[in-house]
């Protein structure tokens, strides 16, 4: 583990590719800014905007524009891409993931791109982004140019994307089996935050593949070179994420509405219950009513078996009311 003092603000790590010798160096964090930079060399240099320092630095880095730098210091929480100069800069979207383990909520990549270097930033750790740094520690002579690290993020973006619609369905497949079930249970509660989960990564993966697709349509003297091939791959493959998705989100409105539609049955049965109840003590009710009344010359107010007529009174009321309902189909 690296324990040198870190020389450049914000610095996350940053690796020196040498296209010719097919190698990726990591320098250290004592590194200075002029080691990025070499004959034949293109870096990637990855920054935490914690530090209020990296605007302070980004104006000392050549080749990025004033709006490649406020992309890359950005707090917006929605993706762009744009082509410009034969730059692409913008922000994408990720997952973040915490020191113990890789999260579901969602955060934002910043990133400058041209032929000599990509930088990126970041407020979280994300998923993608350190699943790419493994990918280089690995196989460090597969890139050779920056747009091929744009392109592994991306893919790493969308696997992440895999990865959560595999842990979902499974979520949505137990939810399935309790709902179907004999005994009702309530799984809106479990339910909606796998909705709200499937209905962002939704919109934000409508948002990058439309991105994506209009930067593709960009002018070649402004798009930066290979990039229209890795559009073309990229949008592919976001779009087959990008059915899954909406499958997951037509399945999950599906299971909301089974639920409501159950819960609506088990009302609709309390209440007839209770109409049947109603309908079964308004008789009696209407007897002890008629006793009840505080007027002269009552039926069996004299004599001994007042109580005993009363109650047979009440009795065949009910018998009445049973009799009644099953005569109008109702029972």
């Known amino acids: 583990m690296d324990t040198l003092p870190v020389n450049i603000p914000g610095f996350v790590w940053a690796y020196r590719f040498s ?25 990637w240099l990855h920054l935490n905007l914690v530090d209020a320092r990296v605007p ?17 210091t950005t707090r917006d929480t929605h993706a762009a891409i744009t082509v410009d100069e034969q730059m692409l800069y913008g922000t994408l979207v990720d997952c973040q993931r915490d020191f113990a383990q890789d999260t579901n909520n969602l955060g934002w990549l910043h ?25 280089i520690e690995k196989n460090p002579g597969k890139f050779s140019r920056p747009v091929d690290l744009f392109e592994l993020l991306v893919i790493e973006f969308q696997r992440t994307l895999i990865t959560i619609v595999i842990e979902l369905t499974e979520e949505l497949n137990l ?41 593709a349509a960009a002018d070649d003297d402004e798009m930066p070179f290979g990039f229209d091939d890795v559009a073309r791959r990229l949008t592919s493959r976001l779009e087959t994420v990008d059915h899954d998705i909406y499958a997951l989100q037509d399945r999950a409105r599906l299971l909301h509405e089974e639920i409501d539609s159950k819960q609506s049955s088990e009302t609709n049965r309390h209440l007839y219950l209770l109409s049947i109840m109603t309908a079964f003590l308004l008789p009696p009710t209407l007897v ?12 069996f107010a004299v004599g ?8 047979a009174l009440i009795v065949a009321s009910i018998a009445f009311a049973w009799w009644l309902l099953r005569r109008v189909d109702i029972l």
């Open 19 to 43: 296209p010719d010798e097919k190698a990726a160096v990591r320098l250290n964090n004592s590194a200075t800014v002029a080691e990025l930079t070499a004959d034949n060399c293109f870096y």
């Open 56 to 72: 302070a630095l980004l104006d000392t880095l050549d080749g990025l524009t004033e709006d490649a730098k406020s992309a890359l």
């Open 111 to 135: 990133f400058a791109m041209s032929d000599r270097f990509i930088i990126t930033t970041r407020l979280q750790p994300l998923r993608s982004v350190e699943r790419a740094r493994a990918l």
């Open 175 to 215: 939810i399935e089996d309790i709902v179907y079930d004999n005994a009702p249970r309530d799984e809106r509660r479990r339910l909606a935050p796998v909705r709200r989960t499937v209905v962002r990564l939704h919109r934000h993966l409508r948002t990058v593949l439309a991105l994506m697709r209009r930067a």
């Open 288 to 299: 002890t009513g008629f006793f009840g009344m505080n007027t002269a010359n009552l039926p």
């Open 304 to 311: 001994d078996y007042g109580t005993e007529y009363a109650v």
